[in-house]
C-alpha cells in the first residue's frame, strides 16, 4: 500500500481549482484543468492535500510549512511575480528550506529557459539543435550571415507559446526585424531567432532523475491549415479552443518505425542529461523527411493535466494517471537536495 502523504501543490494564486468542475465551460475549465487534476486525483489516492496560491511572496510557503508541516511539495508554478524565469528560485527556496519538492531541480530549470544557453550546451554535447542567433532588447537587428531564411522568431525565455504565431516564421530581413521588435515590446523579452525546420512536430516525455524512461512519441497534426501554412505550435494553438477545433490541431501517437522510436528516446534522454533536469519534462522536436531530429525546446514539469499529451503518453506507456503521479512523487521524494549528503 503506498505511504499516505501530507502535500501542498504551489500554483499560481488564480488557479486554486475549485472542489467541483460541474458546471464549468470548457473556456472556464482550460486554466485550471491540471491544477484540479492534480489536487483531486491525490485526493482520491488518500493524501491529505492543501492547495497554496503563490504570487510574489515566498513568505506564504513557509508559513504554509510551518503549519502544514507537509512531506513534500507538489510544484506546478511557471512564473513567480509575473515572471517566468523566477519559477527557479522558487525551487531554490524550497532547496534551501529543505523543502522536498516534486518536478525540476533550479539549474535545469534556468538551463531549459533560456532558448539559446540550452541549445549551446546541448551543440557542445553534438545534440542536432538549429542554427540560432539572440537579438537582445535596446539594440539593432542585425542577422549573422550565416543564419538564412526562413527563420523562426520568439522569446528568449517565455513558454507557452506566448508570442508566437503564424507571423512567426520570416523570410526577410524587413520581416526579422519587425517581429524582434514586436517581441521587444508585446511579450518584453529578448528575442530569439532560429532556422526554421520543416518536418513533422514531436512531443517526448522523460520521467527520472537518474535512471530514466521516455514515453512513446506524440505528435501534433493540422488538418485544415492551407499547404503552404507552416505547421508550428501557435499561441491560438495552444490555447484558443475554437481556433483548433477550426485547424484540426490533433495529436496523438507518432506513427514511427520501432528503430526510429528508440533513437528518438536515446536522443532525449541525451537531451535531459545534458541539461541536468529531473523529475519529468517533455522534449519538443522536429523530425525531417530524410529521418533526422533536431531539439526546439526542452520544458521542464510540463502541463500534466489528465488527457493532456505527457499524461497520454505515460498512459501508452503502460502508466495510468494516478501511478504517473505516485512516480512524481517518489522521483521528488528520492531527489537529493543540494547541501545534503
Given at each position: 500500500?503506498?505511504?499516505?502523504r501530507?502535500?501542498?501543490?504551489?500554483?499560481?494564486?488564480?488557479?486554486?481549482?475549485?472542489?467541483?468542475?460541474?458546471?464549468?465551460?470548457?473556456?472556464?475549465?482550460?486554466?485550471?484543468?491540471?491544477e484540479?487534476?492534480?489536487?483531486?486525483?491525490?485526493?482520491?489516492?488518500?493524501?491529505?492535500?492543501?492547495?497554496l496560491?503563490?504570487?510574489?511572496?515566498?513568505?506564504?510557503?513557509?508559513?504554509?510549512v510551518d503549519?502544514?508541516?507537509?512531506?513534500i511539495?507538489f510544484?506546478?508554478?511557471?512564473?513567480?511575480?509575473?515572471m517566468?524565469?523566477?519559477?527557479?528560485?522558487?525551487?531554490?527556496?524550497?532547496?534551501?528550506?529543505?523543502?522536498?519538492?516534486?518536478?525540476c531541480?533550479?539549474?535545469?530549470?534556468?538551463?531549459?529557459?533560456?532558448?539559446?544557453?540550452?541549445?549551446?550546451?546541448?551543440?557542445?554535447?553534438?545534440i542536432?539543435?538549429?542554427?540560432?542567433h539572440?537579438?537582445?532588447?535596446?539594440?539593432?537587428?542585425?542577422?549573422?550571415?550565416?543564419?538564412?531564411?526562413?527563420?523562426?522568431?520568439?522569446?528568449?525565455?517565455?513558454?507557452?507559446?506566448?508570442?508566437?504565431?503564424?507571423?512567426?516564421?520570416?523570410?526577410?530581413?524587413?520581416?526579422?526585424?519587425?517581429?524582434?521588435?514586436?517581441?521587444?515590446r508585446?511579450?518584453?523579452?529578448?528575442?530569439?531567432?532560429?532556422?526554421?525546420?520543416?518536418?513533422?512536430?514531436?512531443?517526448?516525455g522523460?520521467?527520472?532523475?537518474q535512471?530514466?524512461?521516455?514515453?512513446?512519441?506524440?505528435?501534433?497534426?493540422?488538418?485544415?491549415?492551407?499547404?503552404?501554412?507552416p505547421?508550428?505550435?501557435?499561441?491560438?494553438?495552444?490555447?484558443?479552443?475554437?481556433?483548433?477545433?477550426?485547424?484540426?490541431?490533433?495529436?496523438?501517437?507518432?506513427?514511427?518505425?520501432?528503430?526510429?522510436?528508440?533513437?528518438?528516446?536515446r536522443?532525449?534522454?541525451?537531451?535531459?542529461?545534458?541539461?541536468?533536469?529531473?523529475?519529468?519534462?517533455?522534449?519538443?522536436?522536429?523530425?525531417?523527411?530524410?529521418?533526422?531530429?533536431?531539439?526546439?525546446e526542452?520544458n521542464?514539469?510540463?502541463?500534466?493535466?489528465?488527457g493532456?499529451d505527457?499524461?497520454?503518453?505515460?498512459?501508452?506507456?503502460g502508466?495510468?494517471y494516478?501511478k504517473?503521479?505516485h512516480?512524481i512523487?517518489?522521483?521528488g521524494?528520492?531527489?537529493?537536495?543540494l547541501?545534503?549528503?
Amino acid at each position: 500500500m503506498a505511504k499516505k502523504r501530507r502535500i501542498i501543490v504551489l500554483m499560481h494564486e488564480d488557479f486554486i481549482p475549485p472542489d467541483s468542475i460541474e458546471g464549468l465551460s470548457d473556456e472556464q475549465l482550460v486554466p485550471i484543468k491540471a491544477e484540479f487534476d492534480v489536487v483531486a486525483t491525490l485526493r482520491e489516492m488518500g493524501h491529505e492535500v492543501m492547495p497554496l496560491g503563490v504570487t510574489s511572496d515566498l513568505g506564504v510557503i513557509k508559513h504554509c510549512v510551518d503549519d502544514f508541516k507537509p512531506d513534500i511539495a507538489f510544484n506546478m508554478l511557471e512564473e513567480f511575480d509575473g515572471m517566468g524565469v523566477y519559477d527557479a528560485h522558487v525551487v531554490s527556496y524550497l532547496e534551501m528550506i529543505r523543502m522536498p519538492y516534486t518536478g525540476c531541480n533550479p539549474r535545469g530549470l534556468m538551463l531549459a529557459h533560456n532558448k539559446a544557453l540550452s541549445k549551446m550546451i546541448c551543440r557542445y554535447h553534438r545534440i542536432g539543435v538549429p542554427r540560432f542567433h539572440v537579438f537582445p532588447m535596446g539594440r539593432n537587428v542585425r542577422r549573422p550571415k550565416r543564419l538564412g531564411f526562413p527563420l523562426f522568431v520568439k522569446s528568449l525565455t517565455e513558454e507557452g507559446s506566448i508570442g508566437i504565431s503564424q507571423a512567426s516564421i520570416v523570410q526577410s530581413d524587413e520581416q526579422l526585424a519587425e517581429r524582434v521588435e514586436f517581441i521587444h515590446r508585446s511579450v518584453g523579452t529578448d528575442a530569439i531567432a532560429e532556422q526554421y525546420i520543416e518536418g513533422r512536430e514531436l512531443y517526448v516525455g522523460v520521467l527520472g532523475n537518474q535512471r530514466l524512461q521516455t514515453f512513446p512519441a506524440w505528435e501534433i497534426t493540422f488538418k485544415n491549415l492551407p499547404e503552404d501554412a507552416p505547421r508550428i505550435a501557435t499561441s491560438k494553438v495552444k490555447w484558443d479552443l475554437k481556433y483548433r477545433k477550426k485547424a484540426g490541431v490533433d495529436t496523438g501517437p507518432a506513427n514511427l518505425p520501432e528503430d526510429l522510436q528508440q533513437a528518438v528516446g536515446r536522443f532525449c534522454k541525451r537531451v535531459y542529461n545534458a541539461l541536468q533536469l529531473s523529475g519529468y519534462a517533455r522534449m519538443d522536436l522536429r523530425l525531417t523527411e530524410s529521418g533526422k531530429f533536431f531539439l526546439l525546446e526542452a520544458n521542464p514539469n510540463p502541463d500534466i493535466a489528465y488527457g493532456e499529451d505527457f499524461a497520454e503518453s505515460a498512459h501508452a506507456a503502460g502508466i495510468e494517471y494516478e501511478k504517473l503521479l505516485h512516480k512524481i512523487l517518489n522521483l521528488g521524494g528520492a531527489y537529493r537536495l543540494l547541501g545534503q549528503a
